[in-house]
């Protein structure tokens, strides 16, 4: 490409009517890329509130020192039923971009649909010469409504041979449904049906009633959902309502699974449920793959798509015997706006592909004046230090819990060493404590362990690259020195860390080895619950003063809190208590509906109720265990967490 070349993109286009969300902005200028999701600036989860990037694009356009006027190409996502004169007109006159007309019939405004800026987003980025490409998520968008679209590329040329689903009833919108069968949102709360599937056992009635409703097309190319959504609409759910970690889509919607769903799961545990639904999702996913790698007879994979997060179905992928399996670091809707700018990148300026796969680390960065100058405001106490990492990693081997910004955020869902909270993972303690006292997630959610790339056989056995943490891994090897990074299935989701891709971070795991002997550290976002992953420093110090980290450690930067944080770990729950709590759920659904089956229902469970001294009155209004009363009045699972804790109240041990 020409040096005075530089393409900006939006996702989605601006004043979009839709559910266009993960709001994005890239800039590609000569070989520099910036690429930045606007939700983690607004710290908001599922951004469709913006209707156009401008925070993002601005901070680009600083860090690449240009004016929009100097921007030759613009790229969007389809416009739908936006009148492009009028939107565009206003937009590039409020940002003193060059003159729609003079874009117009320069022809310096290109179109790049849903699927194919994802599937160029993983085809840029993948470092292969050529392969099969699968775009897959919950229907694309309004412009472009389709689920499934999949084809073949060489070189710069990409090739689509099938679009599936028009609106979306697919493999992903059956998934979102198993996920609100288990309490959860869909679109939104998907990981968690992965997360808690591990934790119940597949069940063959349950399988072969669910898989009626999910079938293969006829040319095996895609599935169908058979399910309907309700006709009628979930209330708002205003216990939702927080304005300063606002989701608006968890305002608007609560799970509201079909009927026909709900009549065949009530009999089942949701730990059952969630592991049926996934292994049944899976098995058809991978049925579809194999029929499409028949027919392109490629040996390499490249998926994109909001459905290719789901780390379990992505290893099922690594059985499959291909040369490689590629999933970008941004397979959501997040990766749109670089996808779109990639794809015009190859096909008009006909740039050559890297051969080596792309860095996610394209965002926001900030320097140290910038850092000092703002710890100086909040007159908070600190030392700089010219090696970070060394501190980090002794302190991470004294329990503490570091927040640890360094360089240019990372793009995509997972934090990958820039934007990340960091723990020691030889102690099983150190999940709960990261998961109830600090990001209060669900108690079932695991954390990754980031290891060096070269000691990652030192945990499991595939020879494989994994750099976005996009697949779940059976640990077969020295499980025993990781327990916090272990899921209950003995798998985790490693990110392999490379030296020449994120240094100081890979110096940081690399001193951890030196004192420990575990190539590895406890991983995970950096955010509190309800936000997205924090884009500032500003938005990392508050964590500090939220009791959300013990250090933090920002550039070149430790900083530490006004008052020590005390944390009481005798209050931690353990994870028996939570099995307990999603076996006995769907049966005080039941019982509190005066569901017409409930006596079925606890026959199906009466091994469980008998174990655990579990008792219910004639009418179903109260429950016993063993000689404590409970009236059958909760609301929702954390109602039910505190009604029953003082019975069940199992604590973790160190």
Known sequence: MKKNKTIASIYPFPFFIGEGHDVNFSLVNGNKIFSNEE???????????????????????KENKIQPKDITDWVFGGKGTVQEKQ?????????????????????????????????????????????????????????????????????????????????????????????????YLGNVDNGKVMGLAAYGKVNDELYNKLK??????????????????????????????????????????????PEELKRITKFFSNLDVAATGQKLVEDITVQTIKNILNKTKSKNLVCSGGFFQNVSLNKRLLDLNLKKVYVPSAPNDAGLSLGAAMYVHMKKFKTKRPSKEMSPFLGLSYNNHEIEELLKEYKLKYRKTKKPWLTCAKLLTKGKIIGWFQGKSELGPRSLGARSVLA???????????????????????????????????????????????????????????????????????????????????????????????????????????IATIATPRQAID?????????????????????????????LLSEKYYIFIEKFLHILLAAREKDKD??????????????????????????????????????NRTDLYKKIMPKYNYIVNE
């Open 87 to 183: 939107a565009l007109k206003y937009f590039f006159n409020k940002f003193k971009a060059k003159d729609y007309k003079v874009l117009k019939r320069n022809k310096k405004i290109h179109y790049v649909n849903h699927h194919l800026a994802h599937a160029s987003l993983g085809v840029w980025g993948c470092g292969l010469k050529e392969g099969t490409f699968i775009s897959l998520d919950d229907g694309g968008d309004e412009s472009y409504p389709y689920d499934t679209v999949w084809g073949k590329f060489k070189g710069n040329n990409i090739k689509t041979f099938q679009k599936a689903n028009k609106f979306g009833w697919g493999i992903t919108r059956f998934h979102n449904l198993i996920c609100e069968s288990v309490g």
């Open 598 to 635: 409930i006596k079925k229902i606890l026959h199906k469970s009466k091994f469980f109720l008998k174990s655990k001294n579990v008792k219910f009155n004639k009418n179903f209004s109260y429950f016993k265990i063993g000689n404590k009363s409970f009236k059958i009045d909760f609301k």
């Open 212 to 257: 009626k409703y999910l079938v293969l097309s006829n040319d095996g190319f895609s599935a169908k959902c058979l399910f309907r959504r309700n006709k009628t609409q979930s209330n708002y759910n205003y216990a939702k309502l927080k304005i300063d970690s606002f989701q608006q889509y968890k305002i608007i919607h609560q799970p509201n699974p």
């Open 424 to 530: 020691d993972p030889r102690k099983k303690i150190n999940k709960a404590k990261v998961n109830q006292l600090l990001k209060k997630r669900d108690w079932f959610m695991p954390y990754a362990p980031s290891v060096l790339e070269e000691k990652l056989n030192f945990f499991v056995k595939e020879k494989i690259s994994c750099p976005y943490m996009s697949f779940a891994i059976k640990v077969s090897k020295n499980a025993k020195l990781i327990p916090a990074a272990i899921h209950v299935d003995n798998s985790c989701r490693p990110q392999s860390v490379n030296k020449n891709t994120n240094f100081k971070f890979y110096n940081l795991i690399k001193e951890f080895y030196k004192i420990t002997g575990v190539p590895a550290v406890l991983n995970t976002s950096f955010n509190r619950h309800g």
């Open 543 to 571: 964590h500090l003063f939220n009791g959300c980290i013990d250090i933090l450690i920002i550039e070149d930067f430790i900083v530490f809190p006004r008052k020590n944080k005390v944390t009481n770990s005798k209050n």
């Open 39 to 61: 939700g983690k600036i607004n710290q908001i989860v599922h951004n469709n509130l913006d209707k156009f990037p401008q925070k993002s694009m601005l901070s680009g356009l």
